[in-house]
């Protein structure tokens, strides 16, 4: 059974730092990627950062680059996603989720749906002016 645990986020003014974890289990893969998602109320679900367990390779939206660092604890299966320089517009719920990465990078950069991956169950980030 793979299972996703989220844990983190919070309520933080702008300027300020959030770290966000997703521990990955059961997933039968070893190569794969773990990306990160938000949607605030009212817009899309947008595809924020991601990470190959296999190359390390990340990718990061144009939102969120310089400011965001994904990264992978490969003996724990955990992704972190380090929020830095937080602004009122990175208000969101933030989702991470799991695929073959020629599955879900397309959705991280593109947009759109995947229904072979798994998603966890979501953080809130709040961040005031």
């Known amino acids: 059974q793979v299972q996703l645990v989220e844990s983190g986020g919070g309520s933080v003014q702008a300027g300020g730092s959030l770290r966000l974890s997703c521990k990955v289990s059961?997933?039968?893969?070893?190569?794969?990627?773990v990306a990160w998602f938000r949607q605030a109320p009212g817009k899309e679900r947008e595809g924020v950062a991601s990470?190959?367990?296999?190359?390390?390779?990340?990718y990061y939206d144009d939102s969120v680059k310089g400011r965001f660092t994904i990264s992978q604890d490969t003996a724990k299966k955990t992704f972190y996603l380090q929020m830095d320089s937080l602004k009122p517009e990175d208000t969101a719920m933030y989702y991470c989720?799991?695929?073959?990465?020629?599955?879900?990078?397309?959705?991280?950069?593109?947009?759109?749906?995947?229904?072979?991956?798994?998603w966890g169950q979501g953080a809130q980030v709040t961040v005031s002016p």
């Open positions: 990470i190959s367990t296999g190359t390390g390779v990340t």
């Open positions: 059961g997933y039968p893969y070893n190569n794969y990627c």
């Open positions: 989720a799991v695929d073959l990465c020629s599955r879900l990078l397309p959705v991280v950069v593109q947009g759109g749906d995947f229904s072979s991956g798994y």
